[in-house]
């Protein structure tokens, strides 16, 4: 499903910005200071060298082909969640598929007790980290003890030759319902607010891409009143409907994957880019082809039995033109 407001054909100053949750991409090891038991070989789940390297041949085909058809060119910059460390990054960028990309990394260690990060790929053809540093998101439970989840990856470079920032986001979950945590979702949308107060301290024209696994939608309090205010724009919110989304959880479909940018991206100016298409990537071969559970996201485990799919999200993305 796209929100296409000004494209018109394939054209090579087009280029992909993604965001994929790529569900639980651990390696095969034990690390002792996180809850990765889950994925090991000796695991209820068997999480063996085959099943690792089947995931990452498939994860590196769907990032391949996201907004392929249009640009003719893999993601230039691909915002992820749920990778375990670098080393699974290191294997991706080489599966089949990506090794002729010349992607690099941009990622941190982050204290989530699951040991999950987010990063940030991007071909080193186009983009150039200028910086980047992890932001601790800190929060406590309702008893006083410290949440320990995902950082916020902040990236700066030049796309192009334009400086831009990117935001890459994985906020705490719905695990004990959705109302008893939205107040950690709505630090992690303040704490960007930050950010982004701290960039237009130093350049107030300054152009923001804030992208990640929300864990709510579009419509919900942290993204519609806490992050998303009259600086930035949100064509995620077109995208979600009552049959279209990122992912599906008992049948409901939810846009928790969003990719949102500061209004300037709608500014046409010669050498600048500017935003032109917004799309789930829901192509059918990524989805559940029959059953009960047809058209939802082919994921790599239902529970604890192995499946072999790609990912419980879908990708999304958003087209930028250079001008």
């Known amino acids: 499903m796209s929100y296409r407001p000004y494209f018109t054909k394939q054209q090579t100053n087009y280029y992909t910005v993604g965001f994929y949750n790529l569900e639980n991409l651990f390696d095969i090891q034990d690390n002792p200071h996180t809850l990765d038991n889950d994925f090991l070989p000796d695991a209820e789940k068997r999480w063996n060298r085959e099943r690792y390297e089947?995931?990452?041949?498939?994860l590196g085909t769907v990032i391949s082909n996201i907004g392929f058809a249009q640009t003719r060119k893999a993601p230039i910059l691909l915002g992820v969640a749920e990778v375990e460390n670098k080393?699974?990054?290191?294997?991706?960028?080489?599966?089949?598929?990506?090794?002729?990309?010349?992607?690099?990394?941009?990622?941190?260690?982050?204290p989530d007790e699951r040991g999950?990060?987010?990063a940030l790929l991007y071909q080193k053809q186009y983009f150039?980290?200028?910086?980047?540093?992890?932001?601790?998101?800190?929060?406590?439970?309702?008893?006083?003890?410290r949440d320990y989840t995902r950082d916020i990856l902040w990236v700066t470079g030049f796309l192009n030759d334009e400086e831009i920032h990117i935001l890459i986001n994985h906020w705490p979950s719905r695990r004990d319902s959705a109302e008893g945590t939205a107040y950690k979702r709505i630090a992690a949308a303040q704490k960007n607010r930050e950010i982004m107060d701290q960039?237009?301290?130093?350049?107030?024209?300054a152009k923001i891409i804030i992208m990640g696994d929300f864990n709510d939608d579009p419509h919900s309090t942290s993204i519609r009143d806490h992050l998303v205010q009259?600086?930035?724009f949100n064509p995620m919110e077109r995208l979600h409907t009552q049959h279209s989304g990122s992912l599906n959880y008992r049948g409901q479909w939810n846009l928790f994957d969003q990719i949102i940018f500061s209004h300037n991206f709608h500014k046409f100016e010669k050498g600048k880019h500017s935003f032109s298409t917004a799309t789930i990537f829901d192509q059918d071969f990524l989805k559940i082809y029959k059953g009960w559970h047809k058209g939802k996201p082919f994921r790599t485990y239902v529970g604890r039995k192995y499946v072999g799919g790609y990912s419980d999200h879908f990708p999304v993305y958003i087209q930028l033109k250079l001008n």
């Open 87 to 110: 080393k699974v990054l290191e294997d991706l960028i080489a599966s089949k598929h990506l090794k002729n990309k010349d992607y690099g990394i941009v990622h941190y260690d982050s």
């Open 128 to 145: 150039t980290v200028t910086n980047a540093q992890p932001i601790s998101l800190l929060i406590d439970n309702p008893n006083g003890e």
């Open 199 to 205: 960039i237009a301290a130093e350049n107030s024209n």
């Open 54 to 58: 089947k995931k990452i041949f498939k």
């Open 116 to 118: 999950i990060d987010v």
């Open 230 to 232: 009259q600086d930035l």
